[in-house]
């Protein structure tokens, strides 16, 4: 697979990734900007106008996280801070500490360009990414005795899309993305995969002993995870 990069007036950058064997055409976000696979040989022009029909679709699903100087992201243990600096013009700096952990853009970054976005947004996960056991282990390790549980070991994983995990030798995983949830999703995920200490699959049985941890939230606290609107861009 092959991959290029066009402009387009409405997307802006789209990066095309040519693909083999397959007649599949299929556009998403990612990472902020627009991926669109083709089959191998597809002309430019039939490029473009394949945009222009996943317009509409893919503007009303564009991810909806802006940034702005003076912004705070207010979370459950720490708080991040954007704000600008011109010592160093042409970088971002950072700093992991809590409770309060400072984003400060350099005054030559433009804050209406999608490149300095995502820029942002990647300073923002490598600052979650350091400080996210002093956050996470700790709590975690709190609502495992409160429910029973003592799991072999925890560890913070790097993914984005999962955002918890157990294997069989009750090691539970926890992305280090969960310090963006507000406390009771946060929670949830982790008494999500306490529950499979016992229960190591989704039957009716997990989902009764879930549900006991979350006083018969379980629902509820489903649908406002799936509809969570995230403040970074998760890759």
Same mark, same amino acid.
């Given at each position: 697979?092959?991959?290029?990069?066009?402009?387009?007036?409405?997307?802006?950058?789209?990066?095309?990734?040519?693909?083999?064997?397959?007649?599949?055409?299929?556009?998403?976000?990612?990472?902020?900007?627009?991926?669109?696979?083709?089959?191998?040989?597809?002309?430019?022009?039939?490029?473009?106008?394949?945009?222009?029909?996943?317009?509409?679709?893919?503007?009303?699903?564009?991810?909806?996280?802006?940034?702005?100087?003076?912004?705070?992201?207010?979370?459950?243990?720490?708080?991040?801070?954007?704000?600008?600096?011109?010592?160093?013009?042409?970088?971002?700096?950072?700093?992991?500490?809590?409770?309060?952990?400072?984003?400060?853009?350099?005054?030559?970054?433009?804050?209406?360009?999608?490149?300095?976005?995502?820029?942002?947004?990647?300073?923002?996960?490598?600052?979650?990414?350091?400080?996210?056991?002093?956050?996470?282990?700790?709590?975690?390790?709190?609502?495992?005795?409160?429910?029973?549980?003592?799991?072999?070991?925890?560890?913070?994983?790097?993914?984005? %899309?999962?955002?918890?995990?157990?294997?069989?030798?009750?090691?539970?995983?926890?992305?280090?993305?969960?310090?963006?949830?507000?406390?009771?999703? %946060?929670?949830?995920?982790?008494?999500?995969?306490?529950?499979?200490?016992?229960?190591?699959?989704?039957?009716?049985?997990?989902?009764?002993?879930?549900?006991?941890?979350?006083?018969?939230?379980?629902?509820?606290?489903? %649908?406002?995870?799936?509809?969570?609107?995230?403040?970074?861009?998760?890759?």
């Amino acid at each position: 697979m092959a991959a290029g990069e066009i402009s387009h007036k409405d997307l802006g950058r789209v990066i095309v990734n040519v693909r083999r064997n397959t007649s599949r055409i299929s556009a998403r976000w990612k990472s902020g900007l627009v991926s669109l696979n083709v089959p191998a040989g597809t002309p430019v022009a039939d490029i473009n106008r394949l945009l222009d029909d996943f317009t509409p679709r893919l503007l009303a699903a564009r991810p909806a996280v802006r940034f702005h100087i003076g912004q705070r992201i207010e979370l459950p243990d720490v708080t991040f801070e954007l704000r600008r600096q011109s010592v160093a013009p042409d970088k971002i700096l950072a700093g992991a500490t809590l409770p309060v952990s400072y984003i400060e853009i350099g005054s030559c970054f433009d804050m209406e360009s999608p490149d300095t976005a995502l820029h942002i947004n990647d300073m923002l996960l490598r600052v979650a990414r350091r400080i996210a056991p002093r956050i996470l282990m700790p709590h975690a390790r709190r609502l495992a005795a409160l429910t029973g549980h003592a799991p072999m070991a925890w560890q913070v994983s790097g993914g984005h %899309r999962t955002l918890g995990s157990c294997n069989a030798k009750g090691i539970i995983s926890l992305s280090y993305v969960l310090i963006f949830l507000p406390a009771d999703l %946060r929670d949830f995920v982790i008494l999500h995969e306490l529950a499979h200490l016992l229960e190591m699959n989704h039957s009716p049985q997990f989902h009764a002993l879930l549900d006991s941890y979350l006083g018969g939230s379980e629902a509820i606290l489903t %649908r406002r995870l799936r509809t969570y609107r995230w403040p970074i861009l998760r890759k």
